[in-house]
């Protein structure tokens, strides 16, 4: 389905140009096959939350702009769904911040690397780490090609910024002692559960309220910011998450309830 076909009457209209925007990245070879598999997953949970940037996400998304802008050396870890969804974004969060981009793929080849790099270029990056087999370094306990990292980069940063992570790399990247934020719609993964911030919100919606937060934020002094981070609880942030989910279910679970009960008088 072509983007611009897509009606805005449909009322699935902004998730199908979502999906299309992977599909571009699959047939582009910048979204691997899995990564598809990992994005409906990921919508399975957008259902559940309402499709919509919750108050919670909004105070996350506040602490980790704050994050970001009190890290030494930061970096924004870009992996191939990211490539497809929000690679202008990207590129504007890495400037605002002054964060390092670094391509990172769990489904690792050159040719992936490549495209990644070619779709950051035209969003406007300069520098990109992590194609530069020179720069190779691993990150240990970690058994997936995610464990390889630009010396430059995520092997020593202080700050990481991985949304649409998998579980593996940001427990190894907690353990290495680095401020690990992601972006994740599903409160009860590994990633959400292990990171020191965790914005449960698709990352569509994400991307452009954490630039502007960024962006206000850099007025602020440093006693603001480290406020602000340390008021965050992420298990806090989690739970009110999952409990959200409930309500939504259980009064979803009343009016289907109250439709059949109408339909049976």
Same mark, same amino acid.
């Given at each position: ?15 199908? +140009? ?17 990564? #598809?598999?990992?994005?409906? +997953? ?38 191939? =769904? ?7 974004? #990207? ?44 720069? !190779? ?31 593996d790399r ?14 994740? #719609? ?6 959400? !559960?292990?990171? @020191? ?7 569509? +919606? ?8 960024? @962006?206000?934020?850099? @007025? ?5 910011l480290t ?7 992420? !298990? ?6 999952? !409990?959200?989910? =409930?309500? +939504? #279910? ?6 289907? @309830? ?8």
């Amino acid at each position: 389905m072509n983007e611009h076909k897509i009606s805005e009457k449909h009322p699935r209209a902004t998730s199908l +140009r979502i999906r299309t925007k992977l599909v571009r990245g699959f047939e582009s070879g910048v979204t691997s096959s899995f990564g #598809l598999f990992a994005h409906g +997953r990921g919508e399975a949970f957008d259902y559940l939350i309402g499709e919509t940037t919750t108050e919670n996400a909004r105070v996350a998304i506040r602490a980790a702009a704050a994050s970001l802008l009190l890290a030494k050396n930061p970096v924004v870890s870009v992996n191939g =769904n990211l490539a497809a969804l929000v690679p202008k974004e #990207l590129v504007k969060l890495a400037r605002v911040s002054g964060a390092k981009l670094e391509i990172n793929l769990y489904h690792r080849s050159r040719e992936r690397e490549e495209a990644i790099a070619r779709v950051l270029r035209e969003a406007g990056a300069k520098e990109i780490y992590g194609i530069d087999t020179a720069f !190779q370094e691993t990150i240990p306990e970690i058994y997936s090609d995610r464990r390889v990292v630009d010396h430059r980069g995520l092997f020593v940063a202080d700050f990481a910024f991985v949304p649409l992570e998998d579980g593996d790399r940001t427990e190894g990247l907690v353990k290495l002692g680095k401020d690990v934020v992601t972006v994740d #719609l599903n409160p009860l993964s590994r990633t959400a !559960q292990m990171a @020191k911030i965790t914005i449960v919100d698709n990352i569509v +919606r994400t991307m452009p309220l954490l630039i502007s937060v960024t @962006k206000e934020l850099k @007025k602020e002094p440093e006693t603001t910011l480290t406020e602000i981070v340390t008021a965050f609880d992420n !298990q806090e942030n989690l739970s009110k998450a999952i !409990q959200l989910i =409930n309500e +939504r #279910l259980e009064n979803l679970a009343k009016r289907e @309830k109250l439709e059949y009960m109408r339909g049976k008088t």
